[in-house]
């Protein structure tokens, strides 16, 4: 089994040194690069290896910008062992001492945690779920505006799916785990490309909260906004049930994508447990932030401390699940700080194959929000203005209703989103 590794210098290579990103490098080897940098090359090959340099990221111009430079994506490097080489953690943590390093980390398969869905086979479950957040009147206001888009970075989208016809601005398939081992995988795993089918659902069940037509299921929460379908999980069979899975060096370079192709939000109902050589995602969500990006995530489906990333990282928006109480649901993780809660139990939306599914969980939850913010930053465009994620953040905080007397509950944040005081205090704020 080949295997990648990561290696963050703290200084970019000779700039006159051509390296291919990766995605570049998969479908065009004409040039390739066979050394890294004059220290960490000795200790790859005294552990005998043999490998290909590639950089990570591809800049969004034709030279890096400050605020890619600013996170170190221009000096964000992917070795790929030859050979069917592994390497462990000894050879990892070697690599990381070197001082020229800043970071490194293997790249591993990870099962990110999405949750299950039910097919359903008839359309009343979720009626009621506009009205628990108040958005009847943030509609009245606007419907959300084409220009404004959601990226939904997820298992891909069901791109016939009625309910998601003329919602659909961009497309991309990041998946890729050539060189891994791939057994437990079903479906397409490899090559980046613009076909990102949901063999799963959960991608298209989240596009259809966010944007839906309301055929046969609620309208989404902003109908009129566009969506940036991004497939990051592939299909892994898991006991007798499918779910995503995938590497978070498919998920970073989409999640810069995104960023790079217009995305005014980021909608990720996905979760990966930190397992060391640094925080998942980390530098690419700071970039994404930087460029004035929300990004929203679902906190955790398991009812625990645990921390899921990049839900877990600051500036992001991580959401909580309510119950159908307006409770936290028992379900939802609270490691990572949470700033909103939404609705999460029994949500019908669209799902793969064109069909329509009843799911629960913070995947859930998440779209809500992110549709959320797209009505606001619609609004606002409408009146010629721009939020800064800072403002949007803080209309959610100063808006959402308090589970009790406390300013921040642990599990709720500020409080199940109230999209009627939202769109208030933003009007207000634009007079």
């Given amino acids: 089994m080949k295997q990648h590794l990561i290696a963050k210098l703290w200084e970019p290579l000779a700039a006159g040194l051509r390296i291919p990103d990766w995605m570049t490098f998969i479908e065009d080897k004409s040039v390739i690069i066979t050394e890294l940098d004059g220290r960490v090359d000795p200790v790859l090959r005294l552990a005998g290896l043999r490998y290909w340099v590639t950089r990570e990221f591809q800049?969004?111009?034709?030279?890096?910008?400050?605020a890619e430079k600013?996170?170190?994506?221009?000096?964000?490097?992917?070795?790929?062992?030859?050979?069917?080489?592994?390497?462990?953690?000894r050879l990892v943590d070697r690599v990381r001492q070197v001082p020229t390093v800043e970071d490194a980390r293997r790249l591993d398969v990870v099962e990110a945690a999405v949750p299950p869905a039910e097919l359903a086979h008839?359309?009343?479950?979720?009626?009621?779920?506009?009205?628990?957040?108040?958005?009847?009147?943030?509609?009245?206001?606007?419907?959300?505006?084409?220009?404004?888009?959601?990226?939904?970075?997820?298992?891909?989208?069901?791109?016939?799916h009625p309910e998601l016809q003329g919602r659909i601005a961009q497309q991309a398939d990041f998946v890729d785990l050539r060189g891994l081992d791939t057994s437990a995988f079903?479906?397409?795993?490899?090559?980046?490309?613009?076909?990102?089918?949901?063999?799963?659902?959960?991608?298209?069940?989240?596009?259809?909260?966010?944007?839906g037509r309301g055929l046969q299921?609620?309208?989404?929460?902003?109908?009129?906004?566009?969506?940036?379908a991004v497939r990051v999980l592939a299909t892994m069979k898991s006991g007798d049930r499918l779910v995503g899975a995938g590497i978070v060096d498919n998920i970073n370079p989409a999640i810069k994508w995104a960023v790079d192709h217009g995305a005014d939000i980021i909608n990720m109902s996905l979760g990966i447990k930190h397992t060391g050589g640094g925080l998942p995602h980390q530098d690419v969500i700071k970039y994404a932030l930087a460029k004035n990006v929300v990004v929203v995530a679902a906190s955790g489906n398991d009812g625990s401390p645990a921390r899921y990333y990049p839900g877990a990282l600051p500036g992001v928006v991580a959401v909580g699940a309510s119950d159908q109480g307006g409770q936290p649901a028992r379900f939802s993780?609270?490691?990572?700080?949470?700033?909103?809660?939404?609705?999460?139990?029994?949500?019908l939306s669209s799902?793969?194959?064109?069909?329509?599914?009843?799911?629960?969980?913070?995947?859930?939850?998440?779209?809500?929000?992110?549709?959320?913010?797209?009505?606001?930053?619609?609004?606002?465009?409408?009146?010629?203005?721009?939020?800064?994620?800072?403002?949007?953040?803080?209309?959610l905080r100063n808006t959402s209703d308090r589970v009790d007397t406390r300013t921040r509950h642990r599990q709720a944040g500020y409080g199940l989103i109230n999209m009627t005081d939202a769109m208030k205090l933003l009007t207000y704020s634009l007079n």
């Avoid at 795993?189 to 613009?194: A, I």
Wanted: hydrophobic share 40%; glycine share 12%; net charge negative.
């Fill in 333 to 347: 993780s609270f490691g990572a700080e949470i700033t909103v809660m939404a609705p999460g139990v029994n949500i």
């Fill in 70 to 89: 600013a996170q170190g994506l221009d000096r964000t490097y992917r070795v790929l062992l030859l050979d069917d080489a592994v390497a462990d953690d």
């Fill in 217 to 228: 299921m609620d309208e989404g929460i902003a109908p009129e906004c566009r969506i940036l």
């Fill in 351 to 395: 799902h793969a194959r064109h069909g329509y599914a009843v799911a629960s969980g913070t995947s859930q939850a998440s779209p809500f929000v992110a549709g959320c913010v797209a009505l606001l930053v619609a609004h606002a465009r409408n009146q010629g203005r721009v939020l800064t994620t800072h403002d949007l953040v803080e209309i």
């Fill in 186 to 211: 079903v479906g397409d795993v490899k090559d980046y490309d613009g076909v990102p089918d949901d063999e799963v659902g959960h991608g298209t069940h989240v596009a259809g909260i966010i944007a």
């Fill in 59 to 66: 800049p969004a111009t034709a030279e890096w910008s400050p």
């Fill in 122 to 160: 008839q359309t009343s479950i979720g009626r009621s779920r506009g009205e628990a957040i108040g958005l009847g009147y943030a509609q009245a206001a606007t419907r959300g505006r084409p220009d404004v888009t959601v990226a939904v970075l997820d298992t891909g989208v069901d791109l016939g």
